[in-house]
């Protein structure tokens, strides 16, 4: 029950995701934060605070990396307080000119309150990923009802 | 109890009542729900059926619950495959909350029964759907539809 999974279809290449994703400047504009690595099988990965202060929100070590397709990291409280779930991030081709996005949030059993964090962030990040690759239009949406994550 | 549920949450840019309209009008359904729709007063009490173009009727039931444009409550039964049918009726409640720009829509489907096959083709279809409907309703351009030049779509 405590696995996280959340799909979503986009008029978009599976490039382009991976670089929502994986490229600072591209993640700012809808995740309002950056995520900061070589993207390497082993390397660490930083989910930094958006303001420009590189605050770690979030950190972990990427675990697997095939551009464009797949992209397994951990995802850990910086203060490593709880043990880290894992997020994985599927690109597929789905139809012409569209591609389909599976996150799955896993291993989250032991850490509930970030269990309820980030059910309630990823659609609101994957929404706004959706709107910017189709029309270019974001929206602050921590600025709005929910918490971070 | 035992219990199966799927939950989908998403934002779309687009204002509340469209997105209400866009759930519950045939002619905005057929658009984005891969040429399907739905036939109901949406009064609570009334009947409500959904029907496909290559199957007919799919699935059908009766509206618990309704308060335009903010949430509706279905209790919705699979028609057409005898081992979804089988399991009986769900309950569907769809919520709709003005988030500045945006519709926050939460999809909640639920049957009391423990690892349910409806509820597995149902998170299956649910995705599609509602990015179909994002695309819809933010570009004019739903997916499978290559019909609708963007202007029309909106209106």
Not at chain 1, 100 to 129: F, R, Y
Request: aromatic share 10%.
């Amino acid at each position: 029950m405590s696995d996280y999974v959340y799909v979503t279809y986009i008029y978009t290449t599976a490039q382009k995701v991976w670089d929502a994703i994986t490229k600072p400047e591209f993640a700012h504009r809808y995740w309002m934060h950056t995520n900061v690595s070589d993207w390497k099988p082993g390397s660490r990965w930083e989910h930094q605070h958006g303001d420009g202060s590189g605050k770690v929100l979030i950190d972990g070590t990427v675990l697997e990396s095939s551009p464009p397709r797949r992209l397994v990291m951990t995802w850990s409280r910086p203060d490593h307080s709880q043990e880290p779930s894992r997020v994985t991030f599927d690109i597929a081709d789905y139809a012409p000119g569209i591609i389909c996005l599976t996150i799955t949030h896993d291993q989250l059993e032991h850490d509930p309150a970030m269990a309820a964090s980030v059910s309630g962030g990823w659609p609101k990040v994957l929404s706004n990923l959706k709107s910017l690759l189709e029309t270019g239009k974001t929206e602050n949406i921590w600025l709005t009802k929910g918490k971070e994550g | 109890m035992a219990q199966s549920s799927f939950v989908y949450v998403t934002y779309i840019r687009s204002p509340q009542q469209k997105v209400w309209d866009a759930l519950t009008k045939p002619e905005f359904q057929k658009l984005y729900w891969f040429g399907g729709h739905q036939e109901s007063s949406w009064k609570k009490g009334a009947e409500w059926k959904m029907f496909m173009p290559q199957h007919g009727l799919t699935d059908s039931g009766e509206i618990l619950e309704s308060d335009p444009p903010n949430r509706v409550v279905i209790k919705w039964r699979n028609e057409f495959k005898p081992e979804l049918k089988a399991e009986g009726y769900s309950q569907c409640v769809y919520e709709l909350a003005q988030e500045g720009e945006l519709t926050k829509l939460t999809i909640v489907q639920t049957i009391e029964k423990e690892n349910a096959q409806f509820i597995q083709a149902v998170s299956g279809g649910w995705p599609r759907i509602l990015s179909s409907l994002q695309s819809f309703l933010e570009t004019g351009r739903a997916h499978g539809d290559t019909r609708m030049p963007a202007e029309q779509a909106h209106e």
